[in-house]
């Protein structure tokens, strides 16, 4: 339990302003899609490199008519020797078929751009993981750069997401907005490119930026925690805290 509370600290779960709209839940259930590669630059690249190929995809992606896809590049600020990596990139689509498609769409015809991809940060790992809200953030000026945290999280033994952990993050995202916080609350699940996962769930929280979350770390009522979460319900490992910069943002379906 003390790993859980280390982790609610933080605050709120996938995203802040543009990436909340890209996770926004219709009226049924229905969970959005979230692609993640991990990524390390070759010898003699860095960042700069990654702007200008990030810029030339944007515009492939312009070219091919894509416009529900939203992404980011995820660099780790908090973060130990365990995430060996420089950087993640995240994709999201507010539906399985539109992650499909997206898929689809770049390997018949994403290949010369994939190749540029490599030569810069070649990545060894791709996942799908399906993404539903908690706490929304609020609307922000400028939703192009923010904080996200992700924890592992394991579910107590006789216990169901459903009827026993997600009400307590419904609870616990109540709890954060009545005390001011910004941040938005998701729960992403694995569903391809895992397999042995020592967790359940990942838990998700997003600040606009790390005053945000320190506020929320101040904030913070261990006494509310433990009413909210008792023993036994949640096991979690403390978070790894990620500055996303935006590479593309799907478009307003109000537009």
Same mark, same amino acid.
């Given at each position: 339990m003390n790993r859980l509370l280390l982790t609610l600290v933080t605050g709120g779960?996938?995203?802040? #302003?543009g990436l909340s709209a890209a996770v926004a839940q219709d %009226?049924?259930?229905?969970?959005? /899609?979230? !692609?993640?590669?991990?990524?390390? $630059?070759a010898d003699g690249k860095g960042p700069a490199d990654l702007d200008k190929v990030s810029a030339k995809w944007s515009k492939w992606a312009? %070219?091919?008519?894509?416009? %529900?896809?939203? /992404?980011w590049? *995820?660099?780790p600020f908090y973060a130990s020797p365990e995430q060996a990596f420089d950087y993640l990139w995240m994709g999201v689509t507010a539906t399985g078929k539109g992650m499909g498609e997206?898929? %689809?769409m770049w390997?018949? &015809?994403?290949? &010369? *751009? #994939?190749? !540029?991809?490599?030569?810069?940060?070649?990545?060894d790992s791709h996942a799908m993981l399906a993404a539903v809200e908690f706490k929304a953030p609020p609307e922000r000026e400028d939703p192009s750069r923010f904080i996200i945290d992700f924890s592992d999280c394991s579910i107590g033994e006789g216990k169901r997401f459903s009827t026993d952990v997600a009400p307590a993050l419904t609870a616990w995202g109540e709890f954060l907005a009545g005390h001011g916080s910004t941040a938005g609350m998701? /729960? *992403?699940?694995?569903?391809?490119? #895992?397999?042995? !996962?020592e967790f359940d769930f &990942?838990?998700?929280?997003?600040?606009?930026? $790390?005053? !945000?979350?320190g506020a929320d770390f101040d904030n913070y009522d261990p006494a509310k925690a433990r009413e909210i979460f008792p023993d036994g319900l949640l096991e979690c490992d403390s978070s790894r805290s990620y500055i996303a910069t935006n590479r593309r943002m799907a478009e307003d379906d109000d537009e």
């Open positions: 779960f996938v995203f802040a #302003g %009226d049924d259930d229905s969970a959005a /899609a979230v !692609e993640f590669y991990t990524c390390s $630059y312009d %070219d091919q008519g894509l416009t %529900d896809y939203s /992404a590049t *995820l660099t997206v898929q %689809d390997i018949a &015809k994403g290949g &010369k *751009l #994939g190749d !540029e991809f490599d030569s810069i940060s070649p990545c998701w /729960a *992403l699940f694995p569903v391809y490119g #895992g397999g042995g !996962e &990942k838990y998700v929280v997003v600040h606009g930026n $790390y005053s !945000e979350q």
